[in-house]
T-cell receptor, first 112, second 114 residues
Framework: SQTIHQWPATLVQPVGSPLSLECTVE??????LYWYRQAAGRGLQLLFY??????ISSEVPQNLSASRPQDRQFILSSKKLLLSDSGFYLC???????????FGQGTRLTVV | KQEVTQIPAALSVPEGENLVLNCSFT??????LQWFRQDPGKGLTSLLL?????REQTSGRLNASLDKSSGRSTLYIAASQPGDSATYLC?????????????FGAGTQVVVTP
Protein backbone atom coordinates (compact mmCIF):
# COMPACT_ATOMS: atom_id res chain seq x y z
CA SER A 1 0.00 0.00 0.00
CA GLN A 2 1.01 3.59 -0.50
CA THR A 3 2.11 5.87 2.32
CA ILE A 4 3.20 9.48 2.48
CA HIS A 5 5.61 10.86 5.05
CA GLN A 6 6.25 14.45 6.02
CA TRP A 7 8.77 15.83 8.46
CA PRO A 8 9.25 17.52 10.75
CA ALA A 9 5.83 17.61 12.39
CA THR A 10 6.46 20.98 14.02
CA LEU A 11 9.04 23.67 13.46
CA VAL A 12 9.74 27.05 15.05
CA GLN A 13 12.11 29.22 13.04
CA PRO A 14 13.29 32.83 13.38
CA VAL A 15 12.55 35.39 10.70
CA GLY A 16 15.28 35.35 8.05
CA SER A 17 16.30 31.75 8.61
CA PRO A 18 16.19 29.08 5.86
CA LEU A 19 13.57 26.36 5.59
CA SER A 20 13.52 22.82 4.29
CA LEU A 21 10.48 20.57 4.58
CA GLU A 22 10.58 17.09 3.14
CA CYS A 23 7.91 14.78 1.82
CA THR A 24 8.33 11.23 0.54
CA VAL A 25 5.86 8.77 -0.92
CA GLU A 26 6.23 5.00 -0.71
CA UNK A 27 4.55 2.22 -2.65
CA UNK A 28 4.01 4.00 -5.96
CA UNK A 29 6.03 5.40 -8.82
CA UNK A 30 5.82 8.64 -10.80
CA UNK A 31 3.15 10.21 -8.59
CA UNK A 32 1.88 13.76 -8.98
CA LEU A 33 3.06 15.65 -5.91
CA TYR A 34 1.62 18.77 -4.31
CA TRP A 35 2.41 21.26 -1.55
CA TYR A 36 -0.54 23.01 0.10
CA ARG A 37 -0.62 25.57 2.88
CA GLN A 38 -3.43 25.88 5.39
CA ALA A 39 -3.47 29.27 7.10
CA ALA A 40 -5.93 30.27 9.80
CA GLY A 41 -9.03 31.80 8.26
CA ARG A 42 -7.82 31.25 4.69
CA GLY A 43 -8.43 27.60 3.96
CA LEU A 44 -6.15 25.36 1.92
CA GLN A 45 -4.12 26.88 -0.90
CA LEU A 46 -2.06 25.04 -3.51
CA LEU A 47 1.55 26.25 -3.54
CA PHE A 48 3.43 23.89 -5.89
CA TYR A 49 2.74 20.97 -8.15
CA UNK A 50 5.07 18.40 -9.78
CA UNK A 51 4.43 15.73 -12.42
CA UNK A 52 7.99 14.40 -12.48
CA UNK A 53 11.61 14.77 -11.39
CA UNK A 54 12.77 18.35 -11.80
CA UNK A 55 9.34 19.52 -13.03
CA ILE A 56 7.84 22.12 -10.71
CA SER A 57 4.89 24.44 -11.27
CA SER A 58 4.10 27.29 -8.92
CA GLU A 59 0.54 28.34 -8.23
CA VAL A 60 1.22 31.66 -6.53
CA PRO A 61 4.30 33.89 -6.30
CA GLN A 62 5.81 33.80 -2.83
CA ASN A 63 8.89 33.48 -0.69
CA LEU A 64 9.01 29.72 -1.13
CA SER A 65 10.38 27.28 -3.68
CA ALA A 66 10.02 23.56 -4.29
CA SER A 67 12.21 20.85 -5.74
CA ARG A 68 11.81 17.22 -6.73
CA PRO A 69 15.25 15.61 -6.74
CA GLN A 70 13.89 12.05 -6.83
CA ASP A 71 10.71 10.46 -8.14
CA ARG A 72 9.03 10.16 -4.74
CA GLN A 73 10.65 13.06 -2.90
CA PHE A 74 9.28 16.60 -2.76
CA ILE A 75 11.01 19.41 -0.86
CA LEU A 76 9.69 22.82 0.13
CA SER A 77 12.32 25.46 0.79
CA SER A 78 12.93 29.07 1.60
CA LYS A 79 16.15 31.04 1.78
CA LYS A 80 14.78 33.59 4.25
CA LEU A 81 11.56 33.05 6.16
CA LEU A 82 9.00 35.79 6.70
CA LEU A 83 6.44 36.01 9.49
CA SER A 84 3.74 35.50 6.86
CA ASP A 85 5.20 32.06 6.02
CA SER A 86 3.75 30.67 9.24
CA GLY A 87 1.11 28.03 8.67
CA PHE A 88 0.34 24.36 8.33
CA TYR A 89 2.06 22.81 5.30
CA LEU A 90 0.63 19.69 3.73
CA CYS A 91 2.13 17.43 1.11
CA UNK A 92 -0.17 15.36 -1.10
CA UNK A 93 0.07 12.88 -3.94
CA UNK A 94 -2.18 11.39 -6.60
CA UNK A 95 -1.71 9.02 -9.54
CA UNK A 96 -3.01 11.50 -12.08
CA UNK A 97 -4.48 14.98 -12.15
CA UNK A 98 -8.04 13.71 -11.73
CA UNK A 99 -7.63 10.82 -9.30
CA UNK A 100 -7.95 10.59 -5.55
CA UNK A 101 -5.51 12.73 -3.56
CA UNK A 102 -3.82 11.53 -0.37
CA PHE A 103 -2.30 13.86 2.19
CA GLY A 104 0.52 13.64 4.70
CA GLN A 105 0.25 14.53 8.38
CA GLY A 106 1.48 18.07 7.84
CA THR A 107 4.14 20.36 9.29
CA ARG A 108 3.19 23.18 11.63
CA LEU A 109 5.61 26.04 10.90
CA THR A 110 5.79 29.03 13.23
CA VAL A 111 8.06 31.89 12.22
CA VAL A 112 9.02 34.09 15.17
CA LYS B 1 -13.50 31.65 -10.54
CA GLN B 2 -14.59 28.54 -8.67
CA GLU B 3 -16.07 29.15 -5.23
CA VAL B 4 -16.59 26.22 -2.87
CA THR B 5 -18.87 26.81 0.11
CA GLN B 6 -19.63 24.60 3.07
CA ILE B 7 -22.61 25.27 5.27
CA PRO B 8 -22.90 25.15 8.21
CA ALA B 9 -19.46 26.14 9.44
CA ALA B 10 -20.07 24.22 12.66
CA LEU B 11 -22.47 21.52 13.78
CA SER B 12 -23.12 19.79 17.08
CA VAL B 13 -25.27 16.67 17.33
CA PRO B 14 -25.96 14.00 19.96
CA GLU B 15 -24.53 10.55 19.40
CA GLY B 16 -26.70 8.37 17.18
CA GLU B 17 -28.09 11.15 15.03
CA ASN B 18 -27.40 11.23 11.31
CA LEU B 19 -25.07 13.95 10.05
CA VAL B 20 -25.77 15.93 6.89
CA LEU B 21 -22.94 18.09 5.56
CA ASN B 22 -23.37 20.35 2.56
CA CYS B 23 -20.94 21.51 -0.11
CA SER B 24 -21.74 23.81 -3.01
CA PHE B 25 -19.59 24.94 -5.94
CA THR B 26 -20.14 27.60 -8.58
CA UNK B 27 -18.44 26.05 -11.63
CA UNK B 28 -20.01 22.75 -12.71
CA UNK B 29 -17.08 21.84 -15.03
CA UNK B 30 -15.54 19.46 -12.51
CA UNK B 31 -13.66 16.16 -12.85
CA UNK B 32 -14.64 15.03 -9.41
CA LEU B 33 -15.33 16.01 -5.82
CA GLN B 34 -13.51 14.61 -2.82
CA TRP B 35 -14.53 14.63 0.85
CA PHE B 36 -11.88 14.72 3.57
CA ARG B 37 -11.75 14.54 7.32
CA GLN B 38 -9.26 16.56 9.37
CA ASP B 39 -8.61 15.99 13.06
CA PRO B 40 -7.12 18.92 15.05
CA GLY B 41 -3.46 19.46 14.15
CA LYS B 42 -3.45 16.57 11.70
CA GLY B 43 -3.40 16.06 7.97
CA LEU B 44 -6.36 15.27 5.72
CA THR B 45 -7.85 11.80 5.48
CA SER B 46 -9.65 11.00 2.25
CA LEU B 47 -13.20 9.74 2.86
CA LEU B 48 -14.82 9.51 -0.55
CA LEU B 49 -14.09 10.47 -4.14
CA UNK B 50 -17.11 10.95 -6.38
CA UNK B 51 -16.57 11.34 -10.11
CA UNK B 52 -18.55 13.90 -12.10
CA UNK B 53 -20.41 11.09 -13.90
CA UNK B 54 -21.54 9.55 -10.60
CA ARG B 55 -24.56 10.50 -8.53
CA GLU B 56 -23.57 8.70 -5.37
CA GLN B 57 -20.68 6.98 -3.59
CA THR B 58 -20.81 4.92 -0.41
CA SER B 59 -18.30 3.66 2.13
CA GLY B 60 -19.57 2.07 5.33
CA ARG B 61 -21.65 4.64 7.25
CA LEU B 62 -20.70 7.36 4.75
CA ASN B 63 -22.66 8.28 1.67
CA ALA B 64 -21.89 11.16 -0.66
CA SER B 65 -24.22 12.45 -3.33
CA LEU B 66 -23.37 14.74 -6.22
CA ASP B 67 -25.63 16.94 -8.34
CA LYS B 68 -23.22 18.52 -10.78
CA SER B 69 -25.82 20.59 -12.60
CA SER B 70 -26.91 22.36 -9.42
CA GLY B 71 -23.39 22.51 -8.00
CA ARG B 72 -24.07 20.55 -4.83
CA SER B 73 -22.75 17.61 -2.90
CA THR B 74 -23.96 16.21 0.40
CA LEU B 75 -22.10 13.94 2.78
CA TYR B 76 -24.30 11.78 5.00
CA ILE B 77 -22.86 10.05 8.05
CA ALA B 78 -25.26 7.54 9.56
CA ALA B 79 -25.59 6.90 13.29
CA SER B 80 -22.92 9.39 14.36
CA GLN B 81 -20.37 8.50 17.04
CA PRO B 82 -18.12 10.70 19.20
CA GLY B 83 -15.20 9.49 17.06
CA ASP B 84 -16.79 11.26 14.08
CA SER B 85 -15.95 14.62 15.70
CA ALA B 86 -13.64 16.41 13.28
CA THR B 87 -13.61 19.02 10.52
CA TYR B 88 -14.97 17.81 7.20
CA LEU B 89 -13.72 19.40 3.99
CA CYS B 90 -14.93 19.08 0.44
CA UNK B 91 -12.78 19.85 -2.59
CA UNK B 92 -13.36 19.90 -6.34
CA UNK B 93 -11.10 19.48 -9.37
CA UNK B 94 -11.95 21.53 -12.43
CA UNK B 95 -11.67 20.11 -15.95
CA UNK B 96 -10.14 23.43 -17.00
CA UNK B 97 -7.27 23.05 -14.53
CA UNK B 98 -4.53 20.81 -15.93
CA UNK B 99 -2.66 20.79 -12.63
CA UNK B 100 -5.24 18.73 -10.80
CA UNK B 101 -5.54 21.45 -8.21
CA UNK B 102 -8.04 20.78 -5.45
CA UNK B 103 -10.20 23.78 -4.58
CA PHE B 104 -11.36 23.49 -1.02
CA GLY B 105 -14.28 24.72 0.99
CA ALA B 106 -13.61 26.18 4.44
CA GLY B 107 -14.93 23.06 6.16
CA THR B 108 -17.64 22.09 8.62
CA GLN B 109 -16.53 21.49 12.20
CA VAL B 110 -18.54 18.62 13.68
CA VAL B 111 -18.92 17.75 17.35
CA VAL B 112 -20.77 14.57 18.31
CA THR B 113 -21.69 14.57 21.99
CA PRO B 114 -22.01 11.30 23.95
Amino acid sequence: SQTIHQWPATLVQPVGSPLSLECTVEGTSNPNLYWYRQAAGRGLQLLFYSVGIGQISSEVPQNLSASRPQDRQFILSSKKLLLSDSGFYLCAWSYRENTEAFFGQGTRLTVV
Amino acid sequence: KQEVTQIPAALSVPEGENLVLNCSFTDSAIYNLQWFRQDPGKGLTSLLLIQSSQREQTSGRLNASLDKSSGRSTLYIAASQPGDSATYLCAVRLTTDSWGKLQFGAGTQVVVTP
